[in-house]
């Protein structure tokens, strides 16, 4: 039986995570909330999704659009087994209860606070402790790149220490009210970013410690990340955990040209839907290795990188899969993750 799964929210994330749904032989996507109006209704009909409003008076307003809605939340979560949310930050937080009401299993985003799920999540972290859940948090974008990368390194070399330096992308390329801004902004201006906060709500004892700057770009996060390990290894070594790690994506300079965020989103602009690249890229001529400390860059690509963990996290809490690594290979293949570009 396929699990039946809603999204409340239908914006950058909801509008990935209802794509990504779709395409899972395990899932079914039983309808949409869409508060607003706007074209994505249009691709969402075309697409055969079920259009549902958040409440009576927005059901009415879309209806005067001309929208085919087939009611609001309330009925949408009479339906479901899961609900997405992919609501702005904190709204997730004020639907909880009506959630709870309708006994509907829930996964929020990572503008929540961690107090609005059981668990803050990412796949290759803590799958485990996800399964047979009430709700968890798919963590932010940032947070999620972050722990892959540990993770990844984790699970063959014990990580001890981690630095990072967060070069943050200033705004989605829609959020043009967000923009234009000329500036390179300490956020925050102290040390350290609540990244690392977020990450440790995943890796309680880690220690982390994280700085973030915004810059005026809208293509992807760019972090600089230093990794302090239990043990001396070779950059062969890191090379070839990453290699072998699913949603970390080698980028080589030589090989590609590519040599930071503008030359990635034009490979996938060239080669992807929606130039999506959910992948963490790891550029790998910037990996260096001295003894037991790891230095990298790696790339975020902020509208995407969550989906494939939103899918995971409904796998687990509903117990549909209970090995991670199964669940994180059938969501790569069906969203069409890759080890390279091309
Ligand atoms: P968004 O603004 O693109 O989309 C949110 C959608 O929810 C919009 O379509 C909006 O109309 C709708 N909405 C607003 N109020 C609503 C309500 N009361 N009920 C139902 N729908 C409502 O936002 P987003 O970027 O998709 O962010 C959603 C969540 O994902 C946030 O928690 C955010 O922090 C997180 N997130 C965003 C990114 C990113 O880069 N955009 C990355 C990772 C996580």
Same mark, same amino acid.
């Given at each position: 039986?396929?699990?039946?799964?809603?999204?409340?929210?239908?914006?950058?994330?909801?509008?990935?995570?209802?794509?990504?749904?779709?395409?899972?032989?395990?899932?079914?996507?039983?309808?949409?909330?869409?508060?607003?109006?706007?074209?994505?209704?249009?691709?969402?009909?075309?697409?055969?999704? +079920?259009?549902?409003?958040?409440?009576?008076?927005?059901?009415?307003?879309?209806?005067?659009?001309?929208?085919?809605?087939?009611?609001?939340?309330?009925?949408?979560?009479?339906?479901?087994? =899961?609900?997405?949310?992919?609501?702005?930050?904190?709204?997730?937080?004020?639907?909880?209860?009506?959630?709870?009401?309708?006994?509907?299993?829930?996964?929020?985003?990572?503008?929540?606070?961690?107090?609005?799920?059981?668990?803050?999540?990412?796949?290759?972290?803590?799958?485990?402790?996800?399964?047979?859940?009430?709700?968890?948090?798919?963590?932010?974008?940032?947070? $999620?790149?972050?722990? !892959?990368?540990?993770?990844?390194?984790?699970?063959?070399?014990?990580?001890?220490?981690?630095?990072?330096?967060?070069?943050?992308?200033?705004?989605?390329?829609?959020?043009?009210? !967000?923009?234009?801004?000329?500036?390179?902004?300490?956020?925050?201006?102290?040390?350290?970013? *609540? *990244?690392?906060?977020?990450?440790?709500? =995943?890796?309680?004892?880690?220690?982390?410690?994280?700085?973030?700057?915004?810059?005026?770009?809208?293509?992807?996060?760019? *972090?600089?990340?230093?990794?302090?390990?239990?043990?001396?290894?070779?950059?062969?070594?890191?090379?070839?955990?990453?290699?072998? $790690?699913?949603?970390?994506?080698?980028?080589?300079?030589?090989?590609?040209?590519?040599?930071?965020?503008?030359?990635?989103?034009?490979?996938?602009?060239?080669? !992807?839907?929606?130039?999506?690249?959910?992948?963490?890229?790891?550029?790998?001529?910037?990996?260096?290795?001295?003894?037991?400390?790891?230095?990298?860059?790696?790339?975020? *690509?902020?509208?995407?990188?969550?989906?494939?963990?939103?899918?995971?996290?409904?796998?687990?809490?509903?117990?549909?899969?209970?090995?991670?690594?199964?669940?994180?290979? +059938?969501?790569?293949?069906?969203?069409?993750?890759?080890?390279?570009?091309?």
């Amino acid at each position: 039986m396929k699990i039946r799964v809603g999204v409340n929210g239908y914006g950058t994330i909801g509008k990935r995570v209802a794509l990504a749904v779709m395409k899972q032989d395990d899932m079914e996507l039983v309808g949409v909330v869409k508060k607003s109006y706007d074209y994505s209704l249009y691709q969402a009909k075309a697409l055969g999704l +079920k259009i549902f409003a958040p409440k009576e008076e927005d059901y009415k307003l879309l209806e005067s659009k001309g929208v085919r809605v087939e009611g609001t939340l309330k009925d949408l979560l009479g339906k479901v087994d =899961v609900i997405v949310d992919a609501t702005p930050e904190g709204v997730g937080l004020q639907y909880k209860s009506l959630y709870e009401t309708f006994k509907v299993r829930q996964v929020y985003q990572g503008g929540e606070k961690p107090e609005v799920a059981d668990l803050s999540f990412n796949s290759l972290c803590n799958y485990n402790e996800a399964i047979g859940k009430r709700s968890v948090r798919v963590v932010s974008c940032n947070t $999620t790149g972050l722990l !892959r990368i540990i993770c990844a390194i984790n699970r063959h070399f014990e990580v001890n220490k981690v630095r990072a330096v967060i070069v943050r992308r200033a705004a989605d390329p829609k959020e043009v009210k !967000r923009g234009p801004i000329n500036s390179v902004e300490l956020n925050p201006p102290k040390i350290p970013s *609540h *990244h690392a906060i977020d990450v440790k709500t =995943v890796i309680p004892n880690l220690d982390i410690i994280t700085v973030a700057v915004v810059v005026p770009t809208t293509l992807m996060h760019v *972090h600089h990340v230093t990794l302090r390990l239990s043990k001396s290894v070779t950059r062969e070594d890191i090379v070839s955990i990453l290699d072998s $790690t699913p949603r970390i994506m080698l980028v080589n300079s030589d090989k590609s040209g590519i040599t930071g965020t503008a030359g990635i989103i034009e490979a996938a602009r060239d080669l !992807r839907l929606r130039y999506d690249v959910p992948e963490l890229v790891v550029f790998e001529d910037s990996i260096y290795v001295d003894n037991n400390e790891v230095m990298l860059f790696q790339a975020i *690509h902020q509208e995407s990188i969550v989906t494939p963990e939103n899918i995971d996290a409904i796998r687990a809490i509903t117990g549909l899969e209970k090995d991670p690594l199964n669940s994180i290979d +059938k969501t790569d293949s069906s969203l069409g993750l890759t080890k390279r570009l091309w």
